[in-house]
């Protein structure tokens, strides 16, 4: 989940407290974490502002950071607001139990309540002047007409930072039949292929039009709430399908919390290819895919990538893993690590910026201005387990600020 200011400067959280199970992610000024074998929360480093309590912590038959019977309850506070890294609940829980305190030396705590968007344009509005930064998202077009035949208007029309198109649906309320929405304009955009490739190089250019991957064609559904039963369904639907909840708090603090995800290998497989004049199938690239290079690589690479998959997933239960043709990515809301397979080492790219990493020649190196593909300005080049040993803290810093 993410929390962000809605008004003046984003809240952009850098760096979290590294401990065996991070709970809380804070603001530049603060670090913030607690451990499992010790129900306090305390600070490491405070320059201007930390007050916090846990109030339950149930570890009853939790053998993992990932089981599902992790739940809490917590207050955050603090002068911009706390931010809770990750909500951790019963798998058929459908409310998220967060409380947020904003604190000062004359009242003391003062609870901020949550509410939900006055009204649904509201919410849109707000999501689409941020969506980049909210969801990793470029915006192309919004209250976008499906034309007579199927009547309609998507909410919110974007392309991700994988180049995959990205269909966004918004209600107030959990009683909204938002996914069925959602999937019918799914299915009008995978048949309308080319009139959306315009689109795409209208806005972002012919580049950008070139290079959509349709395989990855995303809903993005976004309410209030869900409820479990939403939550069954996207289970069953074979489609790449993210259910969001969202909560304000006061009048510039926005929560935004990945309920749900689901991902396939090919969005796409039942649409039509439709070609256009300008644009060009990645089809046609001679660049091998990833899985080409992986059947070609060396014992100890396969291995490598294996190993470096397997912990990429193991940072939490909100990850998804997006095959691409080229690379991998791994995401939450947005990506935070791409994986590029070579013959003699793996190329992984993480969302850091590459002037706070200490560079060290052969093994990191900042590509900002290196063209490359997968996202990520950070590149590490991993040959041995040693390299993913050292990987490591990159890694879970890059998961923690995305």
Same mark, same amino acid.
């Given at each position: ?57 149930? $570890? ?28 951790? *609940? ?22 901020? =309540? ?36 199927? /009547? ?15 269909? +966004? ?39 950008? *039009? ?25 289970? %069953? +639907?074979? /489609? ?15 929560? %935004? ?15 039509? =290819? ?7 199938? *990645? ?46 990515? $791994? ?27 200490? %560079? ?27 390299? %993913? ?7 879970? /810093? ?5």
């Amino acid at each position: 989940m993410a929390l962000a200011l809605l008004t003046g400067q984003l809240l952009q959280s850098r760096q979290a407290a590294t401990c065996r199970t991070p709970i809380f992610l804070c603001s530049t000024s603060t670090q913030l974490a607690v451990t499992q074998y010790r129900s306090e929360i305390f600070c490491r480093q405070s320059l201007f502002f930390v007050v916090a309590a846990l109030l339950s912590f149930d $570890f009853a038959n939790c053998s993992s950071r990932k089981a599902p019977e992790h739940r809490f309850r917590a207050f955050f506070c603090g002068a911009f607001g706390i931010v809770p890294h990750r909500l951790l *609940a019963k798998k058929d829980m459908c409310v998220s139990d967060i409380q947020l305190f904003r604190l000062n030396a004359v009242n003391g705590a003062c609870e901020l =309540p949550g509410r939900a968007a006055a009204v649904e344009k509201q919410l849109q509005g707000l999501i689409e002047a941020q969506m980049e930064t909210f969801l990793g998202v470029r915006f192309l077009a919004t209250e976008y007409a499906t034309g007579k035949t199927h /009547r309609g208007r998507i909410d919110s029309l974007g392309l991700d930072e994988n180049g995959c198109p990205v269909i +966004i649906e918004y209600k107030r309320h959990s009683n909204e039949n938002v996914i069925n929405q959602g999937l019918f304009y799914l299915d009008w955009l995978l048949d309308h292929q080319a009139e959306f490739r315009w689109l795409v190089m209208e806005k972002l250019g012919k580049e950008a *039009a070139e290079q959509i991957e349709w395989s990855g064609t995303r809903l993005l559904c976004i309410a209030a709430d869900f409820t479990r039963y939403d939550q069954h369904a996207v289970q %069953l +639907i074979q /489609r790449n399908i993210e259910l969001i909840r969202y909560k304000m708090f006061g009048d510039d603090l926005l929560l %935004l919390e990945l309920v749900n995800a689901v991902s396939v290998a090919n969005a796409s497989v039942a649409a039509k =290819p439709v070609e256009i004049g300008v644009s060009k199938s *990645a089809s046609g690239s001679k660049d091998k895919t990833w899985q080409e290079q992986l059947a070609q690589a060396a014992q100890e690479i396969s291995e490598l990538f294996e190993q470096t998959s397997s912990y990429l997933h193991s940072l939490g239960d909100d990850v998804q893993e997006k095959p691409l043709k080229l690379y991998l990515a $791994f995401r939450r809301l947005k990506n935070f690590a791409s994986v590029v397979v070579q013959s003699k080492r793996l190329q992984l790219y993480l969302k850091i910026n590459p002037d706070t990493v200490e %560079l060290v020649e052969g093994f990191s190196r900042d590509v900002r201005d290196v063209g490359h593909w997968g996202t990520g300005d950070l590149e590490l080049s991993l040959r041995t387990q040693a390299d %993913l040993e050292r990987a490591k803290v990159l890694i879970e /810093r890059s998961y923690q600020e995305n």
